[in-house]
């Protein structure tokens, strides 16, 4: 993950480890997920039958709402679907993440002043 978010030109100063953010996953509004799958499936810490519990993840399912921008609902590198994505407080945003994002920034922007 490090790799593509240097290639993202993300600075690593500017990330937050998993172990620091999931304490305060319970209190965020939103959770904004881009192309992650595996990484945020509840599956790793709910079913013991699934190839990835035990994993750590992101416990993005315990923010009030999440907003996932990704290309389908295919699964992830583990080959099973993400429950994350299924959950009634989550919205799909389908489509190439740059755009999306994009899109998004400038609605926020134009709506600022409302």
């Known amino acids: 993950m490090n790799v593509l978010l240097a290639e993202a030109e993300i600075p690593y100063t500017d990330l937050v480890e998993m172990d620091e953010i999931n304490g305060d996953m319970?209190?965020?509004?939103?959770?904004?997920?881009?192309?992650?799958?595996?990484?945020?499936?509840p599956a790793a810490r709910t079913d013991k039958?699934?190839?990835?519990?035990?994993?750590?993840?992101?416990d993005a399912d315990k923010a009030k709402t999440i907003y996932a921008i990704k290309r389908s609902k295919a699964?992830?590198?583990a080959g099973i679907d993400n429950e994350l994505y299924f959950l009634d407080k989550t919205f799909m945003l389908?489509?190439?993440?740059?755009?999306v994002v994009g899109e998004l920034a400038r609605k926020l922007a134009d709506d600022s002043g409302h």
């Open 26 to 41: 319970p209190q965020a509004d939103v959770a904004l997920i881009i192309g992650a799958n595996d990484v945020v499936n």
């Open 49 to 58: 039958t699934s190839p990835i519990y035990g994993m750590p993840i992101i």
């Open 94 to 99: 389908f489509g190439d993440a740059k755009t």
């Open 75 to 77: 699964p992830g590198f």
